[in-house]
């Protein structure tokens, strides 16, 4: 998973949170997070069309949404439904795709809110394959070339021979396509304030291995300019 935003969004790098029990990395703005494991083996990863406006507030927002869960014990289906009825009620402006998971009982669950004025919310049962999300289309789009990029740069071999990091981070790392590449670079004009024109592009990417109760976790994100990598190995308890 890589994630975008602007150059001027502070987003941590993964860590342990103060119970020893949630991994991910931390937007400061308002604590949410776009990737999150626990290790009782609940798995939550978003994407949303906020970033590209820089949309992020500071109580609300659909990065909070993985923390929700993560911090939870509802079943998939039951926290789906209690987010659909939290967007029916609050009728709140976001547009995302937000997974959930629970390795224990090796189920999936896509929770996508298409439309930003509208508080209808979709969710579907992820079966088992080789999936790709979109902030824009959900689950499986091929209707963005970069979504398109990203499917065929996976084979059925790669989920197979999951231990091969290098090919993991050729798929990252590709920037074939210009504004369409999986690994984005570019300068534009910030969408408001005074900020004039910032890098908007990739500033993490995120690698998460299960193997029965063993989880491995990559990561490699930008800091200060540079990049840095780190790990995280644990056992499902």
Known sequence: MNRDNWENR?????????KDQILSGRCIDNDGTWFGISKGGRVAFLVNTSLLLDRVEANSGSELYPVRFLEGNMSLDQFANELRLHEKQSNVRHVYSLIV???TSGSMVHIRKPLENESDVMIETVSYGVHTLSPYKGLDSTECPRDSRLRGLFSQQLIVDWGNVQALGEIAGN????????????????PSGNLGRLRYGTTSTTALSVRRTEVM???????SGGWKDHGFAFDIE
């Open 101 to 103: 998971a629970d390795i």
């Open 10 to 18: 502070v987003i941590s790098g993964a860590s342990w949170d103060w």
């Open 175 to 190: 920037t074939e396509g210009g504004r369409d590449a999986v690994f984005l670079e570019t300068m534009d004009e910030y």
């Open 217 to 223: 976790v990559f990561e490699r994100y930008k800091v």
